[in-house]
């Protein structure tokens, strides 16, 4: 797409708001521009009207003191004596009126020269009726046909004004000229009243030349580019420099103010008017000049604002045409990128920022969840590699250094010693977390096992985690050289992790630990130990630290000695039971137990073949029982499967306790024909709820309505076993027959006979069946 057809998009594309952008910023100038032309003009137009206003002032000034000057004279002829002597006169055809005449026509004469702007000076005398002026004097009857008023007034009417009082004024007249041709003309007209009638006796006219009226403004500018006007206070024009058109003017305008200007249209040209008044004669002075001629003054101003603004949208165009280009051209090469590698679909309403944003962002999301993939691939990875080191599988095409750094593995020293950790308990953290799956519980559980031990083995050593053989082992790579140290931070790690787990989570851990050995050809080794150690809890129980350098070995041990349990002895226990004396038989057991373990002397071996020794003894004695008693149910008092997943000799002991006295208290039930009503409800509910996770030995006391300590006594006493123990033979025992289906996984089965913790399930299969639920399926 061109970059033509880019600008044609319209939407929320980038290149269509730097667009507008652009166009907002080359407004502003412009914008500018305007305003600066506004106020030009009409600073100009201010200006202009100043100037005008002043020049108008002037002309008015000037008039007026011509008139002042011809008001002076008024007053200079009517103190004149021969003036005033005429005023009496009633005949002035007499020969001594005759003579005063001339010598006022005389007099007139030399008024009139001295004043230019007199045209002619008129005496009209009441008395004899006569109009003396430069020429012939005259009857009022003929000064009217010389001198007629503008508004058309009749003779009469004429007359008449000649009569009225305090006469001072002027007024627009018709004057006939010598050859009889009529113009217009501007007559200043006083009474002089002698006498206390109050009637003028004499009237003064003073024919004002109407060309000299306005010849001072003829050289003035705004005479060239203005028509004057001159009017009385009736706007009647009295003079004007343009004759053809001041007709035309006053019916437009209304001057209410002393002075102003007007914007009127005449016709079809629009004028602007400046006006002034007179205080001495109430005549407005007026400018009238059509706006054409107005702006010509303005003209060049609005022309450069005009070329300004044309060439500001010119060259702005093109400026923002190239920088637009300019700066979209990266991006839009890296949509085409992103289009191209990142699979980026736009379309024309699309805004390329967002596009670009979104697609960092899945890039971004997509590199973080791979991240988050690798780094477990990593882990898993990593954890594989410290499996095959322990175990001494590597394959020796690479370095095992040049391969540490790859899994962010680093050993500052030869030293290495392993610590594998068995978990013996933890469902009771996990209570809060019943919604959780198994297999999430257990994930959960190697999470905090391998943070917490770690840490603690990383504050003054390196330490790596791994899952290996249902157990966790930790390498432990020192940095401290001494070796007495060395041991004292192995045992710092262990109790304080062993500490710090049982009491934040309650997880119990049994936790075996190898001998420090050098370089890595001796982790394998290392590790092998400490499964060795591990094994000894048969001999030492459940939840305790073993050292490897502890344990008894074959050098420290007599083992031609082997183990002691005299047939006299079994003899004594087999009758003990047979006749229910429980307290008896478990003393006989209690003995045997301590002349064997009373020392963590015998080696594995030996102890595991006492307790077969010791298993055999009790199924002798239970098959004897069931013989003499002939009740089938004694078969099931025992579970070589139960007595051989003992993995201590803790529990074995304390197993074969329980046997004793379930076969115990069986005898002795049978020998008190006990009403087995209670033990057949106990089974019942049992049965009917063994798949729910919650059924203890408080839910059945409290459906049955005893309280758990006396419904666990009476039940023994009956069934010769504990109520949880039938608990978890009948979970064991349903179990079995769903192995049969494979679509149940040992999860599935775990949870449909009511246990949620699988390791449990596993532990307590193992220790009633004697073999591991895996096992069992492949004997099946």
Aim: aromatic share 10%; net charge neutral.
């Amino acid at each position: 797409m061109s970059f033509r057809n880019k600008l044609k998009i319209k939407g929320k594309n980038v290149l269509f708001k730097w667009l507008l952008s652009y166009i907002s910023v080359l407004l502003v100038p412009m914008i500018i521009s305007g305003v600066i032309y506004k106020e030009s003009i009409r600073t100009i137009e201010n200006e202009i009207n100043r100037s005008n206003q002043s020049l108008l002032m002037q002309i008015q000034k000037g008039v007026d003191s011509r008139l002042k000057e011809i008001d002076k004279l008024s007053m200079e002829i009517a103190l004149n004596k021969r003036v005033k002597s005429f005023i009496t006169v009633e005949d002035n055809t007499r020969p001594e009126e005759r003579y005063k005449v001339f010598d006022i026509v005389e007099d007139l004469r030399v008024y009139k020269s001295s004043n230019n702007f007199i045209k002619d000076i008129y005496i009209y005398y009441k008395n004899s009726d006569t109009v003396l002026s430069i020429g012939d004097p005259k009857s009022s009857k003929e000064f009217y046909n010389i001198l007629k008023p503008q508004s058309e007034l009749s003779y009469e009417k004429w007359n008449d004004f000649f009569f009225s009082r305090y006469l001072n004024s002027f007024m627009p007249v018709y004057f006939k000229t010598y050859e009889n041709k009529s113009e217009k003309a501007i007559a200043y007209v006083r009474s002089l009243t002698i006498g206390s009638s109050g009637q003028p006796d004499v009237v003064m006219f003073f024919l004002v030349d109407k060309s000299q009226l306005l010849d001072n403004v003829q050289n003035l500018p705004l005479a060239e580019e203005s028509t004057i006007l001159v009017a009385d206070n009736k706007n009647q024009i009295i003079a004007s420099t343009n004759k053809n058109e001041e007709n035309d003017y006053l019916s437009y305008l209304e001057m209410a103010d002393k002075q102003g200007m007007l914007r009127e249209k005449i016709g079809d040209k629009n004028y602007n008017a400046l006006y002034t008044s007179s205080e001495i004669t109430s005549w407005k002075y007026l400018a009238i000049t059509s706006e054409n001629v107005f702006w010509q003054k303005a003209e060049y101003i609005r022309k450069i604002i005009y070329i300004s603004i044309i060439l500001s949208l010119l060259i702005g165009g093109l400026v923002s045409y190239f920088f637009l280009k300019k700066n979209y051209n990266p991006i839009s090469n890296l949509l085409h990128l992103l289009k191209s590698r990142a699979g980026m679909s736009m379309n024309k309403n699309s805004d390329e920022y967002g596009l670009i944003q979104e697609t960092i962002t899945k890039v971004l999301d997509e590199k973080e969840r791979i991240g988050h993939r690798l780094k477990q691939q990593k882990n898993v990875v990593r954890s594989n590699f410290l499996a095959k080191l322990l175990k001494g599988s590597l394959e020796n095409d690479i370095p095992v250094n040049e391969i540490l750094p790859t899994f962010d593995i680093k050993f500052d020293s030869d030293y290495f010693s392993v610590i594998v950790f068995y978990v013996e308990e933890f469902s009771e953290y996990f209570n809060e977390y019943s919604e959780m799956s198994t297999n999430d519980q257990f994930t959960l559980l190697k999470f905090i096992i391998t943070n917490v031990v770690e840490e603690l083995a990383g504050q003054k050593n390196n330490g790596y985690m791994t899952e290996i053989n249902e157990m966790m082992a930790c390498l432990i790579n020192f940095k401290e050289e001494n070796e007495e140290h060395r041991k004292e931070e192995l045992m710092r790690v262990v109790h304080e992790a062993k500490q710090f787990l049982m009491d934040k989570y309650h997880i119990n851990l049994t936790i075996a630990i190898s001998n420090v050995h050098r370089t890595i050809a001796g982790v394998p080794v290392a590790y092998r130990e400490a499964l060795e150690a591990m094994e000894y809890k048969l001999v030492m129980g459940s939840g305790e630290i073993i050292c490897y350098d502890q344990i008894p070995r074959g050098d420290s041990i007599n083992t031609r000695r082997g183990y002691s349990y005299p047939l006299q002895v079994e003899q004594q226990m087999v009758n003990c039971i047979k006749s229910g004396d429980l307290e008896k038989s478990k003393t006989i057991l209690e003995d045997v137990f301590n002349l064997n373990f009373s020392r963590p002397s015998s080696s594995i071996p030996m102890a595991k073949c006492l307790m077969f020794d010791l298993v055999s003894t009790m199924v002798k004695t239970i098959d004897e029982i069931g013989d003499t008693y002939e009740d089938s149910l004694l078969n099931n008092l025992i579970s070589l499967d139960c007595l051989f997943g003992c993995e201590t000799i803790k529990e074995m002991k304390s197993e074969m306790f329980n046997i004793l006295e379930k076969v115990c208290d069986y005898i002795n039930d049978k020998k008190k024909n006990v009403n087995h009503k209670l033990k057949a409800d106990v089974i019942r509910i049992i049965n009917e709820n063994y798949q729910d996770t919650n059924l203890s030995l408080s839910t059945i006391a409290e459906k049955i309505g005893m309280t758990p300590s006396y419904l666990s006594k009476q039940f023994k006493e009956q069934s010769g076993e504990g109520v949880l123990e039938y608990i978890s033979k009948t979970r064991v025992d349903k179990s079995k027959g769903l192995f049969a289906e494979q679509k149940y996984t040992i999860n599935d089965i775990a949870l449909k006979v009511g246990y949620g913790d699988t390791n449990t399930f596993i532990r307590t299969f193992k220790k009633y069946e004697g073999i591991t639920p895996g096992k069992f399926r492949e004997t099946k």
